[in-house]
Structure formats: C-alpha cells, structure tokens
C-alpha cells in the first residue's frame, strides 16, 4: 500500500499576518517581513510532512518490517537446523559437508546480528570451528582502537558497538566535549598568564545582544498578556464560551511557553484581536523585533528539519537529499525485499527435506562471504 504525503495540507497556512500595501507602497522592512513569513510557512510545512511521513514510518515498521524480520530469522534457523541435519547423513561428500558448513556459518551469523541465539551461536561454532564472542570481542577491540586512531577517543564496555548510531554518538559527544574543555580551561597557557578581558567592543556587542533578548522576551509578554486578558475564561459568564476560551487559553499558554511569536500572532487574528492592517501600521522598531523573534523561530524549524534528515540518512545509511516520499519508498524496497528473502528461504527450506534434491541445489550454490555489520559505518 503506497501513502502519499501532502506537506501543502499538514500544517495550516499562515494567513492574516502577510503586510499588504493600502495608500502607501510597503516599506523594506515590511517587505522583509512578508519574506520571512513564506518561508517560516514553507519551514512549517515541511516540517510538519516529516512529522506525518516519521508516523507512518514508524507504523510500517512495526507492522510490516519487524514481522518480516522475524519471519526471515525464523526461516534461517529452521534452514540452519536442516542443513546441519543433512550435514551427518551417509551419502554425503566431504566438498558437500564444506558448503553445507559455510552455508550454516552464514545463516546462523544473519541470525545473531539480528537476535541472540544460543543454538545458532553453537552451530556457528562447530561449523566455522571457531569462537563466535571471541570473534565479536576482537571485531569491538579492532573497531575502538581505529576510532581511537582517527578521533583520539576511548569507547568503555557500555558502548553498544552493534550499533552506528550509539558508537557515532558516543564520539561525537566525546568530541564535542574535548572541544569545549579545550577552550574553556586553557591547559597550554602559562599559570600566571591573566584571563584575557574582552575588548571594548566585545564588550558593547555583548550588551547589545543582551538588550535585544531581553527586548525580544518582553514583546513575546506584551502579546501573550493582551490574549491573556482577552481569553480569560473565569471572567467569561456563559458557559460554552467559557468552555471555547479555555481551549483557546491553552494553546496560547502553550505557544508562550515554547516563545513562539508566530503562534501567539496567529491566535490573535483568529480572536480578531489584530488584523494585517494593524500589523502594517506597527512602528519600524516594533516590526523590526518581530522580525527578530520569527527568524529566530525560522532557524529552530530549520534545525529541527536538518535533525530528522540527518537522523535517517544515519540510521538508513543514504547519502544524498532526504524526503517524506524517499523514506516512505524506502520501507516499499525493505518490504519487496524481504518478501524475496522470505520466498527464497521457504523454497530452500522445502528442498532441504529431500537429500536427493539438496546435493543437486548445492552445486549451483555458492556460500557468500559473511558481511561485516559495520560496512555501512559512516566514518
């Protein structure tokens, strides 16, 4: 079943707050609104078609990919435990004992990396006449002393190294901290060299910055009290209104706490408490902090939509542009290909039940190499 995303349709357009010019032309700065406010509604949009595609993402997984994968698994034991049956028979060549045993190695390594099993780790064992942990151990140690190589870090025993993702975490966190302790404690200065004062102009942008987060905090509580009085369901005398203000009062508490402008500017329109002609006739200073808080709303959404992309090329191992309709197309090819998976192990498993069939299957078989997990790693 294909689902098709339709960002245009997620997330509700921004409407009311766009600047239109009435006598006079819009001035550069309205004009640099009205920019600002397609793209927060482009930013919106977008991220609100990764919101729906991560649902049902997620949904397709648990239902479609996980019982597949078990599915898979299952079938690979049942193979497994067939071949190592056929494995003892009389009739068998020792070159056909040697493919039978490649071919148990291989499954039940396809097994472990996606469940432990202690009866596939044994014939994994016997059959590769190896050490399965051991093998693992030494795979973690190689793993660790080339990241350490390559980054200067140390991954204890409580890295899962089975997994890209926490590994690549664990070293950028590791990373990042080094960074930071670096430039903050100054270990390479003499011990009696003073801390640097920051300049004069250092200075005057610092307090600068400061004044305009506090101007910006400030008009954000402007907007939030004038709904707030507005809204106020105790003062409201009959009881459905009293009820649609509640609901309306909760949404602005919630746009207020997370400081989102945008939002609370929109509650406003939809109470008719301003319209586009009040906000075209805003003073230059008032609009120029609007602007500041929405771009900075802009670079959020911005970031959180670079946090999901980024995320699934990771955990997808892709490269290249990430979209809703990409990840989506992706579980279609998992799928196809399980079932593939699925249908060829069935078949393999029917013909391991006959012995005469099997040893004319395995010459057209050739054991592939076991893949490392790690070949997708990012590094």
């Given at each position: 079943?294909?689902?098709?995303?339709?960002?245009?349709?997620?997330?509700?357009?921004?409407?009311?707050?766009?600047?239109?010019?009435?006598?006079?032309?819009?001035?550069?700065?309205?004009?640099?609104?009205?920019?600002?406010?397609?793209?927060?509604?482009?930013?919106?949009?977008?991220?609100?078609?990764?919101?729906?595609?991560?649902?049902?993402?997620?949904?397709?997984?648990?239902?479609?990919?996980?019982?597949?994968?078990?599915?898979?698994?299952?079938?690979?034991?049942?193979?497994?435990?067939?071949?190592?049956?056929?494995?003892?028979?009389?009739?068998?060549?020792?070159?056909?004992?040697?493919?039978?045993?490649?071919?148990?190695?291989?499954?039940?390594?396809?097994?472990?990396?996606?469940?432990?099993?202690?009866?596939?780790?044994?014939l994994y064992n016997q059959h590769g006449e190896t050490d399965y942990d051991?093998?693992?151990?030494?795979?973690?140690?190689?793993?660790?002393?080339?990241?350490?190589?390559?980054?200067?870090?140390?991954?204890?025993?409580?890295?899962?190294?089975?997994?890209?993702?926490?590994?690549?975490?664990?070293?950028?966190?590791?990373?990042?901290?080094?960074?930071?302790?670096?430039?903050?404690?100054?270990?390479?200065?003499?011990?009696?060299?003073?801390?640097?004062?920051?300049?004069?102009?250092?200075?005057?942008?610092?307090?600068?910055?400061?004044?305009?987060?506090?101007?910006?905090?400030?008009?954000?509580?402007?907007?939030?009290?004038?709904?707030?009085?507005?809204?106020?369901?105790?003062?409201?005398?009959?009881?459905?209104?009293?009820?649609?203000?509640?609901?309306?009062?909760?949404?602005?508490?919630?746009?207020?706490?997370?400081?989102?402008?945008?939002?609370?500017?929109?509650?406003?329109?939809?109470?008719?408490?301003?319209?586009?002609?009040?906000?075209?006739?805003?003073?230059?200073?008032?609009?120029?902090?609007?602007?500041?808080?929405?771009?900075?709303?802009?670079?959020?959404?911005?970031?959180?939509?670079?946090?999901?992309?980024?995320?699934?090329?990771?955990?997808?191992?892709?490269?290249?542009?990430?979209?809703?309709?990409?990840?989506?197309?992706?579980?279609?090819?998992?799928?196809?290909?399980?079932?593939?998976?699925?249908?060829?192990?069935?078949?393999?498993?029917?013909?391991?039940?006959?012995?005469?069939?099997?040893?004319?299957?395995?010459?057209?078989?050739?054991?592939?190499?076991?893949?490392?997990?790690?070949?997708?790693?990012?590094?």
């Amino acid at each position: 079943m294909t689902h098709s995303l339709f960002p245009d349709d997620s997330a509700p357009a921004i409407t009311g707050l766009v600047l239109t010019a009435s006598e006079a032309p819009l001035s550069k700065e309205q004009k640099a609104f009205n920019n600002l406010l397609a793209k927060l509604d482009k930013a919106r949009r977008k991220l609100a078609g990764w919101r729906e595609a991560l649902e049902v993402f997620r949904r397709r997984c648990a239902g479609e990919l996980e019982p597949r994968e078990a599915r898979q698994a299952d079938l690979q034991v049942g193979l497994a435990q067939a071949l190592h049956a056929a494995h003892g028979q009389k009739g068998v060549t020792a070159a056909e004992r040697r493919k039978l045993s490649l071919l148990i190695v291989e499954l039940a390594a396809s097994v472990l990396e996606a469940r432990d099993d202690a009866e596939m780790k044994a014939l994994y064992n016997q059959h590769g006449e190896t050490d399965y942990d051991a093998e693992e151990e030494a795979a973690d140690a190689d793993l660790k002393a080339m990241l350490a190589g390559l980054f200067g870090v140390e991954l204890g025993d409580d890295v899962d190294m089975r997994s890209p993702e926490a590994v690549a975490a664990h070293v950028e966190a590791q990373v990042r901290a080094r960074a930071g302790s670096a430039g903050e404690d100054g270990d390479d200065a003499p011990f009696d060299a003073p801390p640097r004062r920051p300049s004069g102009h250092q200075q005057a942008r610092e307090a600068r910055l400061a004044a305009d987060e506090k101007a910006m905090s400030q008009t954000v509580r402007e907007v939030y009290r004038k709904l707030a009085s507005a809204l106020h369901p105790d003062r409201e005398p009959d009881p459905a209104e009293r009820q649609r203000k509640t609901a309306l009062m909760q949404r602005v508490n919630e746009a207020y706490q997370a400081n989102n402008l945008l939002q609370l500017l929109e509650l406003q329109i939809e109470i008719e408490q301003i319209d586009s002609a009040h906000l075209a006739g805003l003073a230059p200073q008032r609009l120029k902090r609007y602007h500041q808080i929405l771009r900075a709303q802009l670079q959020d959404l911005e970031m959180e939509i670079f946090g999901i992309e980024h995320g699934l090329r990771q955990q997808l191992h892709l490269r290249g542009r990430m979209t809703p309709k990409l990840l989506l197309q992706c579980v279609e090819a998992d799928v196809a290909t399980l079932d593939g998976e699925i249908r060829r192990l069935e078949g393999e498993l029917a013909i391991s039940a006959d012995l005469k069939a099997l040893k004319a299957w395995l010459k057209g078989i050739r054991p592939a190499r076991r893949q490392e997990a790690w070949s997708g790693f990012p590094f």
